[in-house]
């Protein structure tokens, strides 16, 4: 991710990865860049301080707050906008490993799952962020209103409605449902030391995982 960001910077230009344009700094998207640039901080291990946020765009905390909200709603958009790549290119990872590269009949789904919490498992940004911060990192990370957990939600909905359509699956309770209680799942697990106070076990999470959601969708084993 941040070999992502640092190709973004062109001689005084910001490059959005996503639609691949150069804007000058004199007109550019102002929300996008506010995200872009905390979500940089994080990346740096830094705390993200509103202050100077602000003073690196040249523009006022009340115009910071006015175009994406107060701090958690930043610290929210900035993960996410983390989040989002992360998942994306663990499914284009996933769909570019060579045939039989993953177990006989396991969902596309729940690989990419797996692989997606594995980087956030051992992501240091993100782990310093839960250190230095556990109250607000949970809170952004986990809130069911919040920018991050129900985007999550949708994006295993739209992982998990692939699978049963290409597979002719039958799901014993509404997808989103099943989505939700997975990232759940994979909260408990990540966050577990500041939540329960036990080590994070990315094993552990993904064997609940699986099982949960093969048996929903009535998969058997073997």
């Known amino acids: 991710m941040a070999a992502l960001l640092?190709?973004?910077?062109?001689?005084g230009a910001v490059v959005y990865p996503q639609v691949g344009r150069a804007y000058a700094r004199t007109v550019i998207a102002p929300r996008e860049e506010v995200i872009r640039r905390a979500a940089r901080t994080l990346l740096d291990g830094e705390r993200l301080d509103t202050t100077?946020?602000?003073g690196q765009l040249g523009i006022s905390r009340v115009t910071l707050f006015r175009r994406v909200g107060n701090r958690d709603a930043i610290l929210g958009e900035?993960?996410?906008?983390?989040?989002?790549r992360t998942l994306q290119r663990a499914a284009e990872a996933h769909?570019?490993?060579p045939e039989g590269a993953e177990p006989a009949g396991r969902l596309r789904s729940l690989a990419i799952m797996?692989?997606?919490r594995n980087v956030l498992g051992t992501a240091t940004s993100l782990r310093r962020f839960i250190d230095d911060e556990p109250?607000?990192?949970l809170r952004v990370l986990t809130d069911p209103r919040g920018r991050v957990q129900p985007r999550l939600v949708e994006a295993y909905t739209d992982l998990f409605?692939?699978?049963v359509e290409e597979r002719g699956l039958s799901s014993e309770i509404q997808l989103p449902v099943l989505s939700y209680a997975v990232v759940r799942l994979g909260e408990s697990f990540l966050y577990s030391d500041v939540m329960v106070a036990r080590d994070p076990d990315l094993k552990a999470a993904?064997?609940?995982v699986d099982a949960l959601v093969t048996g929903v969708l009535g998969i058997r084993a073997g």
Request: glycine residues 4%; hydrophobic residues 40%.
């Open 6 to 11: 640092r190709a973004g910077e062109r001689s």
């Open 52 to 54: 100077t946020l602000a």
């Open 78 to 84: 900035a993960m996410w906008w983390l989040a989002e």
């Open 95 to 97: 769909d570019a490993r």
């Open 114 to 116: 797996e692989d997606f």
């Open 135 to 137: 109250t607000t990192a």
């Open 161 to 163: 409605e692939r699978d």
């Open 206 to 208: 993904t064997t609940v």
